[in-house]
């Protein structure tokens, strides 16, 4: 459930008339909901309720600061993947003591500032990295908190360049040298092995991968019980799909239950990693039509949104819902929704049934995640606007890129 519905043919952004907002703020522009962001955190957090457990956003599906602000006074924890994600959680008042540090290849300097900051856990996935941290902990005088990230090998039935968890993706450790890294890790001076973590992909609509990879997950827990190495966490990673064109995934309440039922009463903490599911469906990106074209047999509908804006229709072939914000009774016809990018490739939506005349705004639906975080200055075009509605009240929470501050730091030959 979100909070973009009609009343009287008039899209609203919880109270705010989406047009409205267009014309206010300018196109392109992100609208985001916060009582939608809200609504699916605590969907999360309420489902593990009886559990000890953390959810831990992650913020590479939108790391606005108002976003991260929002779901820190919630108590969310954040999952993040760079220094810079971390600079942006503390910027926007998270705390460092329920972050996790994920990804294959930390920097030094990355290690250092999270190592400074004090945070929960460095989700490891590689013995070189391993051995770094370790050093650099040394050379700080720190124990670094410790995860290993492994690789199930389990098919999340997702779109290739989302599909992280077999063997042949650059992702985790490999299951059968993750006995070995972990009885290495518990030897190190400066490493404290706390948890396990996997991530199988992104958008996943079944719970059997997940199970799968819980039952490979547990068998290896239960392996290092029994060397000695005790582990405190569980980190169950992200990937949870959403509603884009009538997908059914599982709800959380369906997702967590099936999880804490594998557990069967280990006492493990649960760390889950959210990214999609918090933020996909409390996001649309609106755009305004500048002109209609018809070449031979097709219609396109040229708008001022593009691939720049919004990558995902055109690098995954995704499909996003595009709603009109105000519904009018002239007859639809079937069109693309393309931008002025100079790509073929670049496509917000292709054959949809709209009536889209030059001026109206469109809305592309489930854009709050990988949308704005994804977008570039490709053919020098600003990033958008984005604003958050907060009931009867939007807010501009980034403004729009001045042109100006696409070539800073750029010099000429002297
Ligand atoms: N944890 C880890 C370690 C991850 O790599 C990811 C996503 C997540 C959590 C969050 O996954 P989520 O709950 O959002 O599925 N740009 C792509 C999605 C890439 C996901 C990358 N990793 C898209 O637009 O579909």
New binding site residues.
């Given amino acids: 459930m979100d909070h973009f519905l009609y009343r009287n043919e008039r899209l609203f952004a919880e109270d705010c008339d989406v047009e409205q907002l267009a014309k206010d703020y300018g196109t392109p522009l992100y609208l985001y909901s916060r009582a939608t962001l809200e609504r699916h955190w605590h969907a999360f957090d309420s489902a593990v309720s009886s559990h000890p457990h953390l959810i831990c956003y992650?913020v590479?599906?939108n790391s606005n600061l108002a976003v991260l602000n929002v779901l820190a006074r919630l108590g969310s924890g954040f999952?993040i993947?760079s220094g810079g994600e971390l600079s942006r959680v503390l910027a926007a008042g998270g705390d460092p003591a329920k972050v996790v540090f994920?990804?294959v290849g930390k920097t030094v300097a990355e290690m250092e500032l999270a190592l400074n900051t004090g945070i929960m856990c460095f989700?490891l996935e590689s013995g070189a990295e391993l051995e770094l941290l370790n050093e650099v902990a040394g050379r700080l005088g720190k124990k670094a908190p410790v995860s290993l990230?492994v690789n199930p090998d389990v098919d999340a039935g997702t779109?290739p360049?989302?599909s992280?968890g077999l063997k042949e993706n650059k992702?985790g450790i490999p299951m059968d040298e993750a006995e070995l890294l972990f009885a290495r890790a518990a030897e190190l001076p400066h490493l404290e092995v706390t948890g396990v973590d996997c991530?199988i992909?992104?958008?996943?609509t079944e719970l059997k991968p997940f199970l799968d990879a819980m039952d490979r997950m547990l068998a290896l827990i239960d392996r290092l019980a029994a060397q000695g190495i005790v582990i405190e966490h569980f980190d169950v990673?992200?990937?949870?799909?959403v509603t884009y064109n009538g997908e059914t995934p599982p709800h959380p309440d369906v997702y967590a239950a099936a999880i804490l039922e594998k557990l069967n009463g280990r006492p493990l903490k649960l760390i889950f990693?959210?990214?999609?599911?918090i933020a996909a469906n409390a996001g649309v990106f609106v755009t305004q039509v500048l002109y209609t074209k018809d070449n031979g047999d097709k219609r396109f509908v040229i708008v001022d949104g593009a691939m720049n804006d919004l990558i995902?229709p055109s690098?995954?072939g995704?499909w996003q819902n595009i709603i009109p914000a105000v519904k009018t009774d002239r007859a639809t016809t079937r069109c693309d929704v393309v931008g002025p990018v100079c790509e073929t490739g670049d496509f917000l939506g292709k054959d949809r049934e709209l009536a889209a005349g030059s001026g109206d705004y469109l809305v592309v639906r489930s854009a709050g995640?990988?949308g704005f975080t994804?977008s570039s200055n490709y053919n020098t075009r600003p990033r958008a606007a984005e604003v958050m509605v907060d009931g009867d009240k939007a807010h501009l929470v980034r403004e729009r890129e001045k042109l100006s501050q696409l070539w800073q730091g750029e010099q000429l030959l002297p």
């Fill in positions: 992650a590479k599906a999952d993947v994920s990804g989700n990230r779109h360049y989302i992280t992702f991530h992909g992104s958008q996943l990673g992200g990937g949870l799909g990693e959210p990214g999609r599911a995902r690098l995954y995704a995640a990988y994804m």
